[in-house]
């Protein structure tokens, strides 16, 4: 079983179609062989994205729509959420003075970090951050962690 820690930017491509959404499909569809976690704060940077992409017009409001309502189904069932809690919130600060990141991202660095330390802990394999954020990979990596870029899945 491989673990993954899904930030905003993966996810999204599940509902807005782009480069690298087949496979994050595929990923995701594959929920008995793999676990998935993610930062509580997805939920607001997914429903922000398809937000976006109706202001820009490259989906249109009923689409949208069943967009939403499939994430609020498929985040019951495909992964589960890190809370974001106090140790969640130093790390990220840390991270930011250690790499250029954006606030949600390195929330999501020191989330998916801390949940790689209990997995350690538990003798589990470390998770594989996805992500289509460059830096956020580029963090990741430079912290020791396995990475995926869903855009080098055309």
């Known amino acids: ?3 993954y820690y899904l930030d905003a930017s993966a996810i999204a491509k599940r509902y807005l179609r782009e480069q690298g959404s ?3 499909e595929t990923l995701i569809e594959q929920v008995d062989a793999h676990r998935f ?3 509580a ?4 940077e997914v429903l922000a994205a398809i937000a976006r992409a109706v202001r820009a017009r490259r989906v249109g409001p009923r ?3 069943q967009a939403i309502a499939r994430f609020s189904v498929d985040a019951q069932v495909y992964w589960r959420t890190w809370a974001i809690t106090d140790d969640v919130l130093q790390r990220a ?8 990141l954006r606030a949600y ?3 999501h660095l020191a989330a998916a970090l801390i949940w790689a330390d209990d997995l350690a802990d538990a003798g589990a394999p470390a998770p594989v951050l996805v992500s289509a954020d460059i830096d956020l990979l580029a963090a990741a990596q430079a912290e020791g962690m396995q990475t995926d870029n869903p ?3 055309p």
């Open 22 to 24: 087949a496979w994050i």
């Open 41 to 44: 704060v997805v939920s607001v």
């Open 37 to 39: 976690v993610s930062a």
């Open 1 to 3: 079983m491989t673990v």
């Open 63 to 65: 689409q949208a729509q």
């Open 105 to 107: 991202d390195a929330v």
């Open 151 to 153: 855009n080098d899945h």
């Open 93 to 100: 600060s840390l991270l930011t003075l250690r790499h250029p």
